[in-house]
C-alpha cells in the first residue's frame, strides 16, 4: 500500500497518521516480541498491556514500561519499553503502536536490546 496519500488524507482530515496505520499494525504479545525481535525489527507493532513505569520528558520523549502477563522476568523478557510523545499514567490498560527497534544505545548507560519507538497511546 503506498501511504503517501493516506497520509495527505490523514493530514486533510485531521486525523493522526500513527491512528490511521495502527490497523497496518501487527498486535503481538511482549513474550512474542523477544522471540521475533530480529524478523519485527523496523516492523509497525501493537502490544495491549499494562503500564507499569513512566519516565517523562527524558531526552526529547517519554520512556513507558508495559506488561502483559508473558514472558520471564528472570531473562526480562516481560517488560517492553516503549517511547512516546503520548504519555499515560502507571495502572491505566492501553494499546501501544510503534516501531520495533533493536540494540539501541542513548548512551550515559542507556541501551535497549529491544524498544518501540515513536508509539501512539490507545487507552
Do not use: C, W
Amino acid at each position: 500500500m503506498n501511504k503517501m496519500p493516506a497520509v495527505v488524507l490523514a493530514a486533510v482530515l485531521g486525523i493522526g497518521a500513527s491512528s490511521l496505520f495502527a490497523a497496518e499494525a501487527k498486535l503481538k504479545t511482549v513474550a512474542a516480541l523477544y522471540q521475533q525481535k530480529a524478523a519485527l525489527a523496523g516492523q509497525l507493532v501493537s502490544v495491549k498491556g499494562k503500564i507499569v513505569k513512566v519516565n517523562n520528558g527524558i531526552m526529547g520523549r517519554n520512556f513507558l514500561h508495559v506488561q502483559d502477563g508473558t514472558g520471564d522476568k528472570g531473562k526480562n523478557t516481560n517488560d517492553l519499553t516503549v517511547t512516546s510523545k503520548q504519555t499515560a499514567n502507571t495502572g491505566d490498560r492501553v494499546t501501544v503502536t510503534g516501531r520495533v527497534v533493536l540494540d539501541k544505545d542513548f548512551g550515559a548507560g542507556y541501551a535497549y536490546p529491544l524498544l518501540m519507538e515513536e508509539a501512539s497511546i490507545a487507552k
